[in-house]
C-alpha cells in the first residue's frame, strides 16, 4: 500500500520561501500522478498543484500560479513544491495525494486521489 510522508514545513515570514517534499516507502512515485493540497482552518481542502507520471506535465491553482513550482525526482522517489513569495493566505496544512494513472485530473480535486500523506504544516507570519 502506498504510504506518502511530507516535510519541510513550517514558519516563514510573508515573502519568504518553502520547500516541501513528499516521500514515499515501498512504492516507486514515478507510476503515480501526485498532487499538493492545502486546507486553512474553517476552509476545504483545496488543490494547489498536480504532476503528471508521464511527461511532468504541471497544473497549478491560479492562486499559486507563478510563485509555486511542483517537480518530481525520481531518482529519490520524490515529489516536491517549492513555494516563493509566501503570503499570509498561504498558511495550510499540505499534503500530498496519488493516483494510480498517468495524467492528472482535468479538476483536480481531492476525491480524485486514493493515497494521503498526513500533512505538513505552513505557517506564514510577521
Known amino acids: 500500500q502506498l504510504q506518502l510522508v511530507e516535510s519541510g514545513g513550517g514558519l516563514v515570514q510573508p515573502g519568504g520561501s518553502l520547500r516541501l517534499s513528499c516521500a514515499a516507502s515501498g512504492v516507486t512515485l514515478a507510476s503515480y500522478a501526485i498532487a499538493w493540497f492545502r486546507q486553512a482552518p474553517g476552509k476545504e481542502r483545496e488543490a494547489v498543484a498536480c504532476?503528471?507520471?508521464?511527461?511532468?506535465?504541471?497544473t497549478y491553482a491560479d492562486s499559486v500560479k507563478g510563485r509555486f513550482t511542483i517537480s518530481r525526482d525520481n531518482a529519490k522517489n520524490g515529489v516536491y513544491l517549492q513555494m516563493n513569495s509566501l503570503k499570509f493566505e498561504d498558511t495550510a496544512v499540505y499534503y500530498c495525494?496519488?493516483?494510480?494513472?498517468?495524467?492528472?485530473?482535468?479538476?483536480?480535486?481531492?476525491?480524485?486521489?486514493?493515497?494521503w500523506g498526513q500533512g505538513t504544516q505552513v505557517t506564514v507570519s510577521s
Open positions: 495525494a496519488a493516483r494510480p494513472y498517468y495524467y492528472c485530473p482535468g479538476y483536480v480535486w481531492p476525491g480524485g486521489f486514493a493515497s
Open positions: 504532476i503528471s507520471s508521464s511527461d511532468d506535465s504541471t
